[in-house]
């Protein structure tokens, strides 16, 4: 199938590793113009050769920090008029909220809500006026199962999902869709360091713990980071545009609900 998106211009912040990483290969193989953006530039440098050399697509990169206005305004300035935007963040670590104060709360709006929601502020507009755009989140489908261990997630991300709602409706007349990825468990380098952040001493060991995660999940496994990246590349192709304001499980059917 062809997706449509040859030469379109295609903007990802979080994408030096993991899912926002395959992402932006998924993109890049169709033919968009890619520019990535995440805080360590060795690592994007290296990134950016990677995929270069796997789709001989036009990669460029950005060290800049999302969560502060000059490091939006750098990105935004490396791909000013981007037809194609992923918000990907890490998340903060798991505890209880007994522990967490005012201060940590804040931390978490600042890194999982207001980024993206600074960010689709800045180039939503252009999109529309050109007549089309895709914008996706990757959040966590903690907006929908919430994890007891997960509490500054479960809250931060669903702020960003509440909002989203919104503005996809406001959007989508103009060609311009808005969505939502929930990831489950993934073979990523956050899921390695949550399940450290779980591990309690004299408790299961990080082997033990990944395994039960696993064997917990219907699938029997862990996603693997380009089934997401594939996903994320149908829902911002030209076959996607009477999906909007949707959040959509990646999770290998761990959700049971029926809706």
């Known amino acids: 199938m062809d997706l449509g998106i040859a030469g ?15 992402c932006a290969m998924a993109v890049a193989a169709e033919g968009a113009q890619v520019t990535i953006a995440a ?25 800049a920090d999302v969560t502060t206005k000059d490091g939006r305004a750098a990105i935004i300035e490396a791909c000013p008029e981007p037809d194609i935007l992923l918000n ?19 931390a ?16 939503v507009d252009g999109m529309m ?9 990757i959040v966590s489908r903690s907006v929908k199962i919430p994890q007891l261990e997960l509490g500054l997630s479960n809250g931060a991300r669903s702020g960003l999902v ?7 409706r406001q959007t ?10 929930l990831p489950g468990i993934f073979d990523s380098a956050a899921q390695r360091e949550h399940i450290e952040g779980m591990l309690e001493p004299g408790g299961p060991s990080y082997e033990e713990v990944r395994a039960l995660r696993a064997a917990s999940n219907p699938a029997g496994r862990y996603g693997r980071p380009e089934e997401i990246g594939a996903y994320f590349a149908f829902i911002c192709s030209q076959h996607a545009g009477f999906v909007t304001g949707q959040n959509l499980l990646v999770d290998g059917g761990s959700y049971p609900g029926t809706y």
């Open 88 to 106: 990907n963040a890490g998340g903060m670590a798991p505890g209880d909220f007994r522990d967490w104060d005012r201060d940590e709360w804040i």
């Open 39 to 63: 805080r360590n530039a060795e690592q994007l440098e290296q990134t950016a050769a990677e995929i270069r050399a796997a789709t001989g697509a036009k990669v460029g990169w950005v060290a």
């Open 162 to 168: 509440g909002f989203t709602a919104g503005l996809s």
């Open 172 to 181: 989508i007349g103009k060609g311009v869709t808005i969505n939502n990825l």
């Open 8 to 22: 379109r211009r295609a903007l990802l912040t979080g994408a030096s590793r993991g899912m926002g990483r395959a």
């Open 129 to 137: 006026e050109r007549g089309w755009g895709r914008v996706v989140n």
């Open 108 to 123: 978490a709006v600042d890194l999982m809500m207001l980024p993206p929601i600074m960010m689709m502020r800045a180039l």
